[in-house]
């Protein structure tokens, strides 16, 4: 057995790992920030703010993920890669405001009726945000940024050859 050849992908694997959790710092950071701006100087609903907050991280964030989380900088797949970026992000979006909104309405207000409202509401939108991240790293890793041969297959049913 070639242990060498398993350390390399165990390490790949790590690297890959820590790779996109630093692109989805930066995403998570933008989401967090742009929601208090939404909520606090624009004055959105907290559900609201989380949807746009989560938008403006996505639209933000495809470039980066694809050039260096995925190291997919040359696929040639842009546009198929965006699709399913943005399928990916429509799931994890759910994710994110089903956890937040549900966080804040059924744990942090009950539980915490003291704590200031703000906090209540940051803390929510955070546990929303790992909830999220989970489900755009498996999203993206295993579709996104990954030839699964649907593409190609639905093109030879329909005769399409390019």
Known sequence: MNVEVLQTTKIGRRKDFLTFFLTALFGASVNFFSQIVYRENLDYSFD????????????????????????ARQTGNTSREAVKFVAIALVAWAVQYFVSVGTLRW???????????????????????????????????????????????LRARTGRVS
């Open 107 to 153: 744990i942090a207000t009950p539980l915490l009726p003291k704590v200031e409202v703000f906090w209540r509401e940051k803390t929510s939108h955070v546990a929303g945000m790992g909830f999220s991240f989970l489900a755009n790293y498996f999203g993206h890793k295993l579709l996104t940024f990954r030839s699964t041969g649907v593409y190609d297959r």
């Open 48 to 71: 609201t703010s989380v949807v746009l907050g989560y938008l403006t991280a996505t639209v933000v964030s495809f470039v980066p993920t694809k050039v260096y989380a995925f190291s």
